[in-house]
């Protein structure tokens, strides 16, 4: 079992940046691949970004790419996620994931555990 807790949200002005952070519970975190997803009222969530378990790959929803970066720190069993040259379309609750196998992957029933989210407002 593995929880997990985002936080760092908040509002901010387009082109600003905010870090997101993630902990998570449990042992075995290093073992699971991690994943942030997104999900805007009345849109479907959506993948923005995932690592493997080493945090040697990762992978970007083009939407984000050269603006949102990745990264995790095995030994505080947190995932992060730097968020730069914010736009008002990036407003969203955004969702941390767990994946058991250690190769992320990039739908939502891909993925075993959820954290409860945390809200990024992006005004114009």
């Known amino acids: 079992q593995v929880q997990l807790v985002e936080s760092g949200g908040g509002l901010v002005q387009a082109g600003g940046s905010l870090r997101l952070s993630c902990a998570a519970s449990g042992r075995t975190f290093s073992s699971y691949a991690m994943g942030w997803f997104r999900q805007a009222p009345g849109k479907e969530r959506e993948f923005v970004s995932a690592i493997n378990w080493s945090g040697g790959n990762t992978y970007y929803a083009d939407s984000v790419k050269g603006r949102f970066t990745i990264s995790r720190d095995n030994a505080k069993n947190t995932v992060y996620l730097q968020m730069n040259s914010l736009k008002p379309e990036d407003t969203a609750v955004y969702y941390c994931?767990?994946?058991?196998?250690?190769?992320?992957?990039?739908?939502?029933?891909?993925?075993?555990?959820w954290g409860q989210g945390t809200q990024v407002t992006v005004s114009s």
């Open positions: 994931a767990a994946r058991g196998s250690g190769w992320y992957g990039t739908k939502p029933p891909e993925y075993d555990y």
